[in-house]
């Protein structure tokens, strides 16, 4: 069976930092791509980072690039998101993305891509 997992959803101040955990079971972990969406209320779920089989991060939301980092850790069956100098506009409920892939260096931008989704894990940031 699989599960991906979120964890680490809270209320942050602005400014102030946090790190989200997915952890996946039931599949071969080294052989997913990983990413980290996000959603509010009446709009899309967007993409701002994913990271590859090979650690290669992408990151893709541009209201997020240089406050976000991806840690994958393999052993752990992990990936974290850390993300500093939280905004209001981040408020949102994050998600978790997997999806088993051959490509090595190079992970899926669009959520059609990813088959496996996690619950989701809300965070809001205080003003």
């Known amino acids: 069976q699989v599960q991906v997992e979120e964890s680490g959803g809270t209320i942050v101040q602005t400014g102030g930092s946090l790190e989200l955990s997915c952890t996946i079971s039931g599949l071969n972990f080294g052989g997913l791509a990983m990413g980290w969406f996000r959603q509010t209320p009446g709009n899309k779920r967007e993409l701002l980072a994913c990271i590859s089989r090979s650690l290669q991060t992408t990151n893709i939301l541009e209201s997020v690039k240089g406050r976000v980092t991806l840690i994958r850790d393999n052993g752990a069956n992990t990936v974290y998101l850390q993300m500093h100098d939280m905004k209001p506009e981040d408020t949102a409920m994050y998600y978790c993305?997997?999806?088993?892939?051959?490509?090595?260096?190079?992970?899926?931008?669009?959520?059609?891509?990813?088959?496996?989704w996690g619950q989701g894990t809300q965070v809001t940031v205080s003003s």
């Open positions: 993305a997997a999806t088993a892939t051959s490509a090595v260096f190079n992970c899926p931008r669009s959520g059609n891509d990813y088959l496996y």
